[in-house]
């Protein structure tokens, strides 16, 4: 299984980026997909969730900002970044918890990152 994220970039204090998370492989089913961050010098952290049913979850800090989709069919996560801060500045990544085939347990992968810069 591998997660392909995109969408990362420079931006200027106000502006918007969407990122997208695409799982490609042996895939039987995923729960639940997630964006996650990690600045310079800190942990990462969670920033958004959504369940296969479209239950979604937000770090505070970016709650009436970011807005976390997904399209079932593709297997593919999205994060629409609107209002964008210095501080969302950090790398994105995004993760999926995946079964293989049915039966099978559940397995937690990630993507390689994707960089976000809010700066003038």
């Known amino acids: 299984v591998q997660l392909q994220a995109s969408g990362g970039g420079l931006v200027q204090p106000g502006g918007s980026l969407r990122l997208s998370c695409a799982a490609s492989g042996s895939i039987f089913s995923i729960s639940p997909m997630g964006w996650y961050r990690q600045a310079p010098g800190k942990q990462r952290d969670l920033v958004a969730t959504?369940?296969?049913?479209?239950?979604?979850n937000y770090a505070d800090s970016v709650k009436g900002r970011f807005t976390i989709s997904r399209d079932n069919a593709k297997n593919t996560a999205y994060l629409q970044m609107n209002s964008l801060k210095p501080e969302d500045t950090a790398v994105y990544y995004c993760n999926a918890v995946v079964k293989l085939r049915s039966g099978s347990s559940w397995y937690s992968y990630w993507g390689q990152g994707t960089q976000v810069t809010v700066s003038s």
């Open positions: 959504i369940t296969s049913g479209g239950g979604t």
